[in-house]
C-alpha cells in the first residue's frame, strides 16, 4: 500500500528523467481536461436544460442540483484556466521543435518565458542529514542546470533539501525526484540508502519548521559533544554528486515546462465511510503528507469526466419516469 | 494495476450499458402526420399522426397537434399524453376544433413529459 501512495500520489513518476517529463506532459494534460470538460458540462447543462430540469423535477432530484453543476463546473473551469494556459505554451514551444527549430534555441526561449526566479521556493525536510565527503559539515549544493540555462541550484543542510532560485512556484516534485535519485546513486554503489521525505514546507509549515529546527539542535548538540552521528546520515561521493547533477540537468526541459504550470501543493486524505453520514459511527481513513499534483488534478478529471459523462448518458438516453 | 484499471473500466461499461438497456424511457419519433378536413361544418379536423418509438424502453410521451392557418399564421393546437412502449408504433388520432382555413399540420412529440 504504501508503494501504491508513493508511486501514485506522493511522488509519481520520478524514478529517472523520461518518467519525470511524461509526468510533466500529463499534469499539462490534466489541466487541458480540467478546463475543456466543465465546458463541455456548462455546455450539455445550458443546451439541455429544459430536458434536464423536467428530468429532475419527475424523478424527484431537487432542481437546485443542475445549478450546483453549473457552479462546480465554472468553478473548475475558472481554477484551471491558468493550467490550460500554461499547457497551450508548452504544446507552442513543442511545436517549434516539432517544425524544426533548433531546440537548444526553444529552450533558452522557455528559459527566458519562465522568468526571473520568484518568490516560492520550495523546502523539504529529509529523514537523513545528507553531506558530501569531501565538505563534511558543510551545505551541499548541487546545480539544477543545463546548456539552455540555469533552473536554479538544490541546496542541501542537514535534512533541509531547498530548491534555491526556483522559477515562479518551483516544484516540489524536483525534490521528490532528487530524493528517488539519490536512492539510486547509493544503491548502485551499494551504499546505505532509505533517503526519504518527511515534511513539505508548502503543505505543512509549522511542522517542517519545527522539525528542522529540532534536526539542527541534535547536529549542534554532536559538533559540541565531538560525537560521530547524532542525526543519522548518508555521505555522497564527488562522482556521486556529478552523477546527480547530470541527472538534475536532463529533466530542465521539463521543469521549464512544468514552471508553466501552476504548482498546487495539498496534502490528501482518503475517507471510507463504512455506516455513512448521517449515522457515520464508523469510517476508515488514510491521509498523504503530500498529493502529487498529477495525481489531484488527475483525480479531479476523472471525477469531472465521469459527471460529464452521466450528463452526456442522461441527454442521449433520457432514463423512464412515471408518467403523470 | 493495469488489470485494476481494465475491470474498473468494464464495469463502468457494463454499467453503462445495463443502465441503457433497462433504464432508459421512450424515444419517440414522428413517422407520419396526415390532416384530413372536417366531415360536415363545425365537425373538428382529424389529424392521424404515426409515432414510432426508437427507444430501448417505453414510457409515457407529449404529443403537441398544431394547425397553422396559412392565411393568418394564428394557430390551433390540442395536446395528450400517450403511453408508449418499447419498440411500439402507434397510430394517434386527434380531433381539433378549429374554425374553417388553409390549415399546415405540425406535430411535437416530447420525452420526458413536461
Known amino acids: 500500500m504504501t508503494d501504491i501512495a508513493r508511486h501514485l500520489v506522493r511522488e509519481p513518476s520520478v524514478g529517472n528523467p523520461t518518467e519525470y517529463a511524461a509526468r510533466v506532459l500529463r499534469l499539462a494534460l490534466a489541466y487541458v481536461g480540467l478546463f475543456v470538460l466543465p465546458l463541455v458540462g456548462c455546455g450539455l447543462l445550458i443546451w439541455q436544460a429544459h430536458l434536464l430540469v423536467t428530468l429532475t423535477q419527475r424523478s424527484n432530484v431537487e432542481t437546485l442540483t443542475l445549478l450546483f453543476f453549473l457552479v462546480f463546473f465554472v468553478y473548475l473551469a475558472t481554477l484551471s484556466a491558468p493550467g490550460a494556459l500554461g499547457a497551450a505554451r508548452i504544446a507552442y514551444y513543442a511545436l517549434l521543435v516539432r517544425l524544426g527549430r533548433d531546440r537548444l534555441a526553444v529552450e533558452r526561449r522557455k528559459a527566458r518565458a519562465c522568468g526571473l526566479p520568484g518568490a516560492g521556493e520550495p523546502v523539504a525536510a529529509l529523514n537523513k542529514a545528507l553531506e558530501r565527503e569531501s565538505q563534511r559539515g558543510q551545505p551541499l549544493c548541487l546545480a539544477v542546470a543545463d546548456a539552455a540555462g540555469s533552473m536554479g541550484s538544490l541546496e542541501i543542510d542537514g535534512v533541509r533539501l531547498w530548491h534555491r532560485d526556483a522559477r515562479r512556484d518551483g516544484s516540489n516534485s524536483l525534490l521528490g525526484f532528487f530524493v528517488e535519485q539519490v536512492n539510486h546513486v547509493l544503491q548502485a554503489r551499494g551504499a546505505d540508502a532509505g533517503l526519504d521525505v518527511l515534511h513539505w514546507k508548502k503543505i505543512q509549515d509549522e511542522a517542517a519548521e519545527e522539525y528542522l529546527s529540532f534536526v539542527r539542535f541534535a547536529r549542534n548538540l554532536e559538533q559540541h559533544l565531538g560525537t560521530a552521528e547524532l542525526w543519522p546520515r548518508l555521505i555522497l561521493t564527488d562522482a556521486d554528486c556529478q552523477e546527480l547533477e547530470r541527472r538534475l540537468a536532463a529533466i530542465c526541459p521539463a521543469l521549464r515546462d512544468e514552471a508553466f504550470l501552476p504548482d498546487w501543493e495539498y496534502s490528501g486524505e482518503h475517507k471510507l465511510p463504512l455506516i455513512p453520514e448521517p449515522l457515520g459511527l464508523i469510517s476508515l481513513s488514510r491521509s498523504e503528507t503530500r498529493v502529487d499534483p498529477v495525481a489531484s488534478m488527475g483525480c479531479a478529471v476523472l471525477v469531472v469526466g465521469a459527471a460529464v459523462a452521466v450528463l452526456a448518458l442522461l441527454v442521449v438516453f433520457p432514463p423512464w419516469v412515471p408518467g403523470s | ?114
Request: net charge neutral.
Open chain 2, 1 to 114: 494495476m493495469a488489470p485494476r484499471v481494465i475491470g474498473l473500466a468494464l464495469a463502468a461499461v457494463m454499467l453503462s450499458v445495463l443502465w441503457v438497456w433497462h433504464c432508459t424511457g421512450a424515444r419517440p419519433v414522428v413517422a407520419d402526420v396526415h390532416l384530413s378536413p372536417p366531415a360536415a361544418a363545425g365537425a373538428p379536423y382529424r389529424v392521424e399522426v404515426v409515432l414510432r418509438n426508437e427507444g430501448f424502453g417505453g414510457g409515457q410521451v407529449d404529443l403537441t397537434v398544431r394547425l397553422r392557418d396559412q392565411a393568418s399564421g394564428r394557430t390551433v393546437q390540442q395536446s395528450q399524453k400517450i403511453a408508449l412502449d418499447e419498440g411500439e408504433t402507434t397510430l394517434v388520432v386527434a380531433e381539433v376544433l378549429a374554425p374553417a382555413g388553409d390549415y399546415v399540420p405540425a406535430v411535437e412529440v416530447k420525452y420526458p413529459p413536461r
